[in-house]
């Protein structure tokens, strides 16, 4: 259809939008808020109204966003100049499993140490795929491939140094984008003394952040002493702890943390190493966290 057939006429709430251009809500507004993708109308009583013509041209701007072009980009040209990107012979990078796609253009950047194009994958992807799916289907499997890794010659401790830094700023970055919601219950994220590896807790955090939770991030290698009277101090509903690391110290300080930390703080675990201390877990009441879906789950309850 010839662009002047084709509506301006406002009719179209946020959330047909994206049934049609298959986008999240999350992305229609950071592309309208940051790129100025579109420009919907107001309502009267102040709601996002789009048209034919916006929907076509959030269209357009994923299309090119999946041929890897940046949004900041795609967003400035017109509808024709739109089309003659999208007609242009790149291959598509999208195809059954986009995430896998991004995770493996990623790791393939970082081990070829071109951090600039691993940075670019990521804020890509970032912008394209609702928020708790880019956490969950890329971030957290980047980690575990990083993870396994550098046990392997052609990725070296260097590689794996890039790939964290540059996962660590993007999960900080996205985020800062959300603040609590209204009477937002309380999540503290830690894991116990000894256990170093905080890359357990940084993707809970930013679903935590997400679901409009108050965030308190303390990070790694918390001893339970300090872990509780944070707990205490916030109110918290929930302690998440994760436990990735098997140190010797670690039945000590979980039995420590179930001593000091009691109702109405509900204590959630997680981690490679939890299952470990099932029993503990079980004694103490507390909810083993399998995976990230599960979490998700919970954190929109």
Same mark, same amino acid.
């Given at each position: 259809?010839?662009?002047?057939?084709?509506? #301006?006429?406002? /009719?179209?709430?946020?959330? *047909?939008?994206?049934?049609?251009?298959?986008?999240?809500?999350?992305?229609? @507004?950071?592309?309208?808020?940051?790129?100025?993708?579109? #420009?919907?109308?107001?309502?009267?009583?102040?709601?996002?109204?789009?048209?034919?013509?916006?929907?076509? @041209? =959030?269209? @357009?701007?994923?299309?090119?966003?999946?041929?890897?072009?940046?949004?900041?980009?795609?967003?400035?040209?017109?509808?024709?100049?739109?089309?003659?990107?999208?007609?242009?012979?790149? #291959?598509?990078?999208?195809?059954?499993?986009?995430?896998?796609?991004?995770?493996?253009?990623?790791?393939?950047?970082?081990? $070829?140490?071109?951090?600039?194009?691993?940075?670019?994958?990521? *804020?890509?992807?970032?912008?394209?795929?609702?928020? &708790?799916?880019?956490? /969950?289907?890329?971030?957290?499997?980047?980690?575990?491939?990083?993870?396994?890794?550098?046990?392997? /010659?052609?990725?070296?401790?260097?590689?794996?140094?890039?790939?964290?830094?540059? =996962?660590?700023?993007?999960?900080?970055?996205?985020?800062?984008?959300?603040?609590?919601?209204? $009477?937002?219950?309380?999540?503290?994220?830690? *894991?116990?003394? +000894?256990? !170093?590896?905080?890359?357990?807790?940084?993707?809970?955090?930013?679903?935590?952040?997400?679901?409009?939770?108050?965030?308190?991030?303390?990070?790694?290698?918390?001893?339970?002493?300090?872990?509780? &009277?944070?707990? @205490?101090?916030?109110?918290?509903?929930?302690?998440?702890?994760?436990?990735?690391?098997?140190? !010797? !110290?670690?039945?000590?300080?979980?039995?420590?943390?179930?001593?000091?930390?009691?109702? &109405? *703080?509900?204590?959630?675990?997680?981690?490679?190493?939890?299952?470990?201390?099932?029993?503990? #877990?079980?004694?103490? $009441?507390?909810?083993?966290?399998?995976?990230?879906?599960?979490? +998700? +789950?919970?954190? /929109? +309850?």
């Amino acid at each position: 259809m010839p662009d002047e057939a084709v509506s #301006i006429t406002p /009719k179209y709430l946020i959330g *047909t939008v994206t049934k049609l251009t298959g986008l999240s809500i999350d992305v229609v @507004r950071v592309w309208e808020r940051r790129y100025g993708a579109v #420009i919907p109308a107001r309502s009267d009583g102040g709601t996002r109204l789009y048209s034919d013509a916006d929907v076509l @041209r =959030l269209i @357009r701007l994923r299309r090119a966003v999946e041929k890897g072009h940046s949004i900041s980009q795609a967003a400035r040209l017109s509808e024709p100049e739109l089309d003659d990107l999208i007609r242009d012979p790149v #291959i598509s990078r999208v195809d059954v499993d986009p995430y896998r796609n991004v995770r493996d253009r990623f790791i393939e950047a970082v081990q $070829n140490l071109n951090v600039v194009a691993a940075d670019l994958e990521l *804020t890509r992807a970032v912008t394209l795929f609702p928020a &708790p799916e880019f956490v /969950k289907r890329i971030v957290a499997p980047i980690l575990a491939e990083v993870a396994e890794r550098p046990a392997h /010659k052609e990725f070296s401790v260097a590689n794996e140094r890039i790939a964290t830094a540059l =996962l660590r700023g993007v999960l900080y970055s996205l985020a800062r984008l959300y603040r609590p919601s209204e $009477n937002a219950r309380t999540l503290v994220l830690a *894991t116990p003394a +000894d256990d !170093r590896d905080e890359f357990g807790l940084l993707p809970a955090a930013v679903l935590a952040a997400i679901h409009g939770w108050r965030v308190v991030y303390l990070g790694a290698d918390l001893p339970a002493a300090e872990i509780a &009277p944070v707990v @205490r101090s916030t109110k918290a509903h929930v302690l998440a702890l994760s436990l990735t690391t098997e140190r !010797r !110290r670690a039945d000590q300080e979980l039995d420590a943390i179930s001593r000091l930390v009691g109702p &109405p *703080t509900r204590v959630w675990i997680a981690g490679s190493e939890a299952i470990r201390h099932r029993e503990l #877990i079980d004694r103490a $009441n507390w909810v083993l966290i399998r995976d990230l879906d599960e979490l +998700d +789950d919970r954190l /929109k +309850d």
